[in-house]
């Protein structure tokens, strides 16, 4: 069974700049999570969508950060404009149901 | 405010030792937890889960505590092999969200030496 894909793998913009991150769960997997995890710690999650829905985006920074999931598979995440803080790697997970999570392997991003 | 706190960024362990290692929680909400292990440029996979209603869950070599009462758990791996070197982080939600709404700690790196 195919995991979690995300591209690209690693990423470097110039602040100011748009960026985008793209991830593909796991086939049947109607849950789908997008996560950012700074250096030294734990993952935090960003927004999490059961099928299209988003139906936790409290921690989105809405200002500069957008993600959508069309047809309820793959999904996009977005920061336009980057900013310097935003250097982290971006964690994509999926999941069946309420037992566990499935990472994908991460966008590492550098904002220079 | 960390509401899952692993207080060792780092622990270094003998090759067929008893590797521990600790997780302490604030929010009394919390009542599933669970423990994922992480490889370099590879996301964090899951490893073992316990829920409020037991204080000890077993899997091969690991074994998971859990103190309610001290809002404290432990993973304990025995023994400790070279490829369990890795990050390993604590998870905590309720049981209403199952593993769908995680906080997570910091993490630990764990080092098995030969």
């Known amino acids: 069974e195919a995991g979690v894909v995300q591209s690209p793998r690693y990423k470097i913009i110039e602040k100011k700049q748009p960026v985008a991150f793209w991830c593909n769960p796991i086939?049947?997997?109607?849950?789908l999570y997008w996560y950012r995890q700074n250096l030294g710690q734990g993952p935090e999650l960003l927004i999490r969508y059961e099928n299209e829905e988003a139906v936790d985006d409290s921690q989105l920074p809405k200002d500069r950060f957008s993600a959508e999931r069309l047809k309820g598979v793959d999904s996009t995440l977005k920061i336009q404009p980057a900013e310097l803080g935003d250097s982290a790697v971006y964690l994509c997970?999926?999941?069946?149901?309420?037992?566990?999570?499935?990472f994908g392997p991460g966008t590492r991003l550098l904002v220079l | 405010d960390q509401q899952v706190k692993q207080n060792s960024p780092s622990l270094s362990v003998q090759e067929g030792r008893i590797s521990i290692l600790n997780c302490d929680y604030t929010n009394s909400m919390f009542d599933y937890f669970l423990w994922y292990k992480k490889y370099p440029a590879e996301g964090p996979t899951f490893l073992i889960s316990?829920?409020?209603?037991?204080d000890k869950n077993e899997d091969g070599r690991f074994t998971v505590f859990l103190n309610k009462s001290a809002k404290h758990l432990s993973l304990h791996i025995v023994p400790s092999q070279p490829g369990d070197s890795a990050v390993y982080f604590c998870a905590a939600s309720d049981q209403y969200q199952g593993a769908q709404k995680l906080v997570f700690g910091q993490g630990t790196r764990l080092t098995i030496n030969p």
């Open positions: 086939s049947g997997h109607n849950t």
């Open positions: 316990i829920s409020s209603i037991k």
């Open positions: 997970a999926s999941s069946p149901g309420v037992e566990t999570q499935y």
